[in-house]
Structure formats: structure tokens, C-alpha cells
């Protein structure tokens, strides 16, 4: 059974750090595009940030650009999002996802991805 799980979400003072972590398990996420997005309540869910199969190319959502790292460690099957100077509007619930091994590039859609954690929750006080 193919899993994804996030980990590390919580409270954080605006202009704070937080570091998620997605574990996947069930196979190996080597080699396959991955990506971290976030739904704030009453909204859609919204790309964040994506690293291509290999981890030398990523993406980010304008709103955290020059704020967010996404990053990668194959060897232990685990995809990071390190979030600094945290604002308010950060807060919404985080999850990671993979795309399919056929794609080498990241996605900025949900539907361009298959699999998907139940997500780690950041709260933001400003």
C-alpha cells in the first residue's frame, strides 16, 4: 500500500520556521516528481512547491517564493518543505503528493498528481 505521510505542522508566531515532512512508504518516491500543496479554510487547494524526479529543479508558488526550500533525500524516501518568516496567511492545512514515474518535471495542479498524504496543519498567529 503506496503512503504518503506528513509530519511536523503546528503553531508558529508569524515571522517563524517550521519544517514539514513528508515519509513515503509502500515504494520507493525515487525518481518521481513530487510537490507540496496547501488548502486554507473556505479555499481550494493551491500548489506551493514542486521538485522535479532528480531534486536539481524546483518550483515555488509566488506567495513563497524567497520564503519556502522544497527539498528531497531518496535515500530515506522523504520530501521537506522548510517554511521561514511564516505569515498569517500561510495558515492552511499541508499536504504532499506525487506525480506519476512517467513525468520528470513537477506539476502545478492537483490533478497532475496520484498519490497524496491526509496532510499536516500550520497555524500562523500574527
Known amino acids: 500500500q503506496v503512503q504518503l505521510v506528513e509530519s511536523g505542522g503546528g503553531l508558529v508566531q508569524a515571522g517563524g520556521s517550521l519544517r514539514l515532512s513528508c515519509a513515503g512508504s509502500?515504494?520507493?518516491?525515487?525518481?518521481?516528481?513530487m510537490g507540496w500543496f496547501r488548502q486554507a479554510p473556505g479555499k481550494g487547494r493551491e500548489f506551493v512547491a514542486g521538485?522535479?524526479?532528480?531534486?536539481?529543479?524546483?518550483d515555488y508558488a509566488d506567495s513563497v517564493k524567497g520564503r519556502f526550500t522544497i527539498s528531497r533525500d531518496d535515500a530515506k524516501n522523504m520530501i521537506y518543505l522548510h517554511m521561514n518568516r511564516l505569515k498569517a496567511e500561510d495558515t492552511a492545512v499541508y499536504c504532499c503528493?506525487?506525480?506519476?514515474?512517467?513525468?520528470?518535471?513537477?506539476?502545478?495542479?492537483?490533478?497532475?498528481?496520484?498519490?497524496w498524504g491526509q496532510g499536516t496543519r500550520v497555524t500562523v498567529s500574527s
Open positions: 503528493a506525487s506525480r506519476p514515474l512517467r513525468y520528470k518535471s513537477t506539476g502545478y495542479r492537483p490533478e497532475q498528481y496520484e498519490y
Open positions: 521538485i522535479s524526479w532528480s531534486g536539481s529543479h524546483t
Open positions: 509502500g515504494r520507493t518516491f525515487s525518481g518521481y516528481p
